[in-house]
């Protein structure tokens, strides 16, 4: 028995484990590939997307009203206390002035009724159809700016993910050359050869650049948080990302980018502005197509029971049929101005929204100008700063050496590390901005197909 158990149990363990080391396996992304897997499942993109399956049914909503509507209702009443009606007293041989009360009808009624409505001229109805078709086009438009919005999201978080690394891996390569230098001066300093100043002056530098290191590990978690947040995984999970920060940064260098040009209708934030005017002009229709007259039919047939007891489903009770077909002409005549002054009140706002359209109209000229000049800026940029590290690399070298020489000072190699350290993290911060500013140019210049199509 024991033998048996033991087995069982080193079974159920081996299971588990490999459980677990399933579980714990991390996603891996390249920036592409998080970009399309948070296209699809980015929360934003989500919304964005239930945003058009609502459109869509609101237009289907819209168009139903125009077609014929059914309904039916059924009645049953018990008189449980039957109205009692008084007649005349002649008309029953009586005396004049006496009356005789009476009972009308039979104790229960069953009714049952059904209805066709159909609705056949509402100037409401076929402005309300346009508008269904713009809020659906306003909700695509909407999509398209989300993607583009989820796609700079991600690749801003990604980058944060790659630059939080490469500041790890840099502060623990500069963390082992300072403690290196330490372990050398504190060697020299006790065979009597430099003052204890020079230790001190490189323990304050180890010190920095430990709280730096540990700075830029919670910095990389906090980066990935970032990155699973906007891609929709949750944070729990373990993602890691596959590319390299250099690597990437010089993909993204791309001059034709720069003379690209574009039809400003074409930008996504213009097509927006255009469906707002489009939908404010489908208003002052609307409350000019209330003035118009509205016609309707119906046919109504039903059937009625009548009887003292409940006898509504046996062979001999006697059912009366009825019917009605009719229509309904509603013709507005006068409104002592209220439909005037909400026409007006509307028309003011479609020329509002003219005037946003122009204001947006300039604005993406020259947000898509400012955003050329910083992506030409981070290339340029990014040469300088990458030959101000090799300067700054050169020169705390050359310190280096001086200082175990003895030929230069503690603070003079100061100064050369800490300018390092500077030209380090200026030139990850300039990969990082050849990324991000080249995505925010793209979405600016971009024409996906839905700002074509509609």
């Excluded at 299971?15 to 296209?39: D, K, N």
């Amino acid at each position: 028995m024991k033998r048996i158990f033991l087995i069982f149990f080193l079974q159920l363990t081996a299971i588990v484990s490999a459980q677990e080391s399933t579980t714990s396996a991390p996603q891996t992304f390249t920036l592409e590939e998080a970009i399309a897997y948070g296209l699809k499942n980015s929360y934003n993109a989500e919304i964005a997307s239930k945003d058009i399956a609502i459109a869509l049914k609101q237009k289907w909503e819209i168009i139903s009203q125009g077609l014929p509507q059914i309904s039916g209702n059924a009645e049953y009443i018990n008189n449980l206390k039957q109205p009692v009606i008084l007649l005349p007293g002649e008309i029953a041989g009586g005396d004049p002035g006496t009356f005789v009360p009476v009972t009308f009808g039979t104790q229960q009624n069953l009714t049952a009724t059904g209805t066709w409505n159909q609705l056949i001229f509402d100037g409401s109805y076929i402005v309300g159809v346009q508008s269904a078709k713009t809020l659906l086009q306003i909700s695509e438009n909407a999509k398209v700016k989300t993607d583009l919005e989820v796609k700079l999201a991600i690749t801003n978080a990604y980058s944060n993910v790659l630059l939080a690394r490469e500041s790890v891996e840099i502060s623990k390569r500069n963390l082992e050359t300072i403690q290196k230098n330490l372990n050398d001066t504190r060697k020299t300093y006790e065979n009597g050869l430099i003052e204890e100043e020079a230790v001190e002056q490189l323990e304050i530098t180890l010190l920095g650049l430990e709280t730096s290191l540990n700075n830029a590990e919670r910095m990389e978690v906090i980066a990935y948080d970032m990155l699973k947040l906007s891609m929709g995984i949750p944070v729990n999970n373990y993602i890691e990302a596959l590319d390299n920060l250099e690597e990437l940064s010089t993909e993204n260098f791309d001059l034709q980018l720069l003379n690209k040009e574009i039809q400003i209708e074409e930008n996504i934030d213009f097509r927006l502005a255009q469906d707002q005017s489009n939908q404010a002009e489908i208003l002052v229709k609307l409350e000019k197509s209330k003035s118009l007259p509205t016609l309707t039919g119906f046919v109504n047939y039903g059937a009625q029971g009548n009887s003292d007891s409940f006898s509504f489903f046996t062979n001999n009770q006697v059912y009366f049929d009825q019917s009605i077909l009719g229509l309904s002409l509603n013709v507005p005549i006068f409104s002592s101005g209220m439909r005037s002054a909400r026409t007006a009140q509307k028309r003011i706002q479609y020329e509002q929204s003219l005037i946003q359209l122009e204001f947006t109209k300039n604005q993406v000229e020259l947000n898509i100008e400012s955003a050329k000049n910083d992506y030409r800026f981070s290339l340029e940029n990014y040469a300088n700063k990458q030959k101000s590290l090799d300067l700054a690399e050169r020169i705390e070298n050359k310190n280096q050496v001086k200082f175990l020489e003895g030929l230069s000072s503690s603070f003079d190699l100061n100064d050369a590390q800490q300018q390092l350290y500077r030209a380090q993290q200026d030139y990850l911060q300039a990969m990082l901005n050849v990324v991000t500013n080249k995505t925010e140019l793209e979405n600016l210049l971009d024409t996906s197909k839905y700002s074509k199509e509609n």
